[in-house]
């Protein structure tokens, strides 16, 4: 059973740093790209950041690029989203999300159940 | 980056069938058949639903549909239950490698 737990959520100040990170289990980690979604209090979602099997590949949304950096320990079976320079605008719930398919991204079927980060002074 | 734009909210009877719209330009929608569809109860992660526009994942029941016709896709859900009232995001590719998704509709079941 694919299983997804995030972690690390909190309370920051405006222009603090935090990591959240996301443990995964059920399958095999490193052949999928995997990816950071978030969902500001009773908003739709937003896709974040996205990093492939290997790590070697990431992708970012306008709003976050600069600022969060995604990575990955395969070993570890563990996603992290490091997020710096944090803005109001960036509370949300913040999940993970495997990808469908091997090799390819954009497809979101397994989701852990969300971690939400707080930025207010 | 803009969202893709479905209505805000849309309601039906059981045993009617529904549709929700998912309205981009030829940048995400219309140029690419990479959209997907996620169910979402209040206070649960989504549950991915549609792929490659019509596709179902194992485990979804045959009742939900979707289409695509210009910059507009569209998630039909036949049949409709008590269960089936939710949240519904559409997805989409985005050019730049970045990925977007629908401002998100309530769906009623009256």
């Known amino acids: 059973e694919v299983q997804l737990l995030e972690s690390g959520g909190g309370l920051v100040q405006p222009g603090g740093s935090l990591r959240v990170s996301c443990e995964a289990s059920?399958?095999?980690?490193?052949?999928?790209?995997m990816n950071w979604v978030r969902q500001a209090p009773g908003k739709g979602l937003e896709w974040v950041s996205v990093i492939s099997g290997n790590g070697g590949t990431t992708y970012y949304a306008d709003s976050v690029r600069g600022r969060f950096t995604i990575s990955r320990d395969n070993p570890k079976n563990t996603l992290y989203l490091q997020m710096n320079s944090l803005i109001a605008e960036d509370t949300a719930v913040y999940y993970c999300a495997k990808d469908h398919r091997l090799g390819s991204y954009g497809y979101f079927d397994y989701w852990g159940q969300g971690t939400l980060v707080t930025v207010s002074s | 980056q803009s969202a893709l734009t479905q209505p805000a909210s849309v309601s039906g009877s059981p045993g009617q069938s529904i549709t929700i719209s998912c309205t981009g330009t030829s940048s995400d929608v219309g140029g690419y058949n990479y959209v997907s569809w996620y169910q979402q109860y209040p206070g649960k992660a989504p549950k991915f639903m549609i792929y490659d526009v019509s596709n179902r994942p194992s485990g979804v029941s045959n009742r939900f549909s979707g289409s695509k016709s210009g910059n507009t896709a569209s998630l039909t859900i036949s049949g409709l239950q008590a269960e089936d009232e939710a949240d519904y995001y559409c997805?989409?590719?985005?050019?730049?490698?970045?990925?977007?998704f629908g401002g998100g509709t309530k769906l009623t079941v009256l």
């Open positions: 997805s989409s590719y985005r050019s730049s490698s970045t990925w977007v």
């Open positions: 059920g399958f095999t980690f490193s052949s999928y790209a």
